[in-house]
């Protein structure tokens, strides 16, 4: 099998942010995504196995899960209301870490913006996170794959994730993803970004 760099095939096909009427759709084959990745066994097993965490390795599997992930998808997707549901009943602890590789270079970076302290944090692999904490690193996890559509590369969307925008008021986007709110914000620019517009 070839070796894929992940810095530079994902979104090779460079969809552009569907129209509105397509969004929902386009939003949830992400959220399909994402959702199995949080699942994975083999970055699973790294969360338990490693004694001292680095998001930085981290960050390195999530993306070749993701690349992976995007050359097999074949337009499957789950509804909305299944995505709901699956928040409410508790995505996976793990995504916690997984989401958190995606933007920050550390835990202590990441943890003041789900809201918990680093002991809770460890006290979730291997189980449920809250609803909140599960919407935050789903939409973190959807946003970062719709920005590598756009940008063509994993590492090129995470930069521009971390990077203060013009567009957005000086604002970082990954800042913004707190909150649905600014989550619209970031898709919205992504979606000029894929139709030419200014970064």
């Known amino acids: ?6 810095n530079v095939l994902f979104g090779a096909r460079r969809r552009a942010l569907a129209g509105s009427s397509h969004f929902s759709e386009f939003k949830s084959s992400f959220d399909t995504m994402v959702l199995e990745l949080f699942r994975s ?6 969360l338990r196995d490693q004694s001292k965490l680095s998001l930085e390795l981290l960050w390195e599997r999530t993306a070749r899960a993701l690349i992976d992930m995007d050359i ?5 997707s789950i509804g909305s209301l299944e995505i709901h549901r699956r928040i409410v ?10 989401s958190s590789s995606m933007l920050f270079d550390s835990m202590h970076e990441a943890l003041p913006f789900f809201d918990v302290s ?15 904490e ?22 090129q969307a995470r930069t521009y994730l971390r990077t203060p925008n013009f567009a957005l008021g000086g604002a970082v986007p ?19 970004q894929s139709e030419g517009g200014p970064v």
Do not use: W
Request: hydrophobic fraction near 40%; charge should be positive; charged fraction near 30%.
């Open 41 to 46: 066994k083999p970055i699973k097993k790294l």
């Open 72 to 76: 097999a998808r074949k337009g499957v």
């Open 1 to 6: 099998m070839t070796e894929v760099n992940p």
């Open 89 to 98: 009943k508790g995505l996976p602890g793990e995504a916690l870490f997984i």
């Open 174 to 192: 990954r800042d913004l993803l707190k909150t649905a709110e600014g989550e619209q914000l970031v898709v919205s620019e992504l979606q000029a």
């Open 118 to 132: 680093s002991k809770t944090a460890r006290t979730r692999i291997g189980e449920q996170l809250t609803a909140n």
């Open 134 to 155: 599960g919407e935050i690193a789903l939409r973190i996890g959807r946003v970062l794959a719709m920005a590598g559509e756009v940008f063509g590369s994993l590492d």
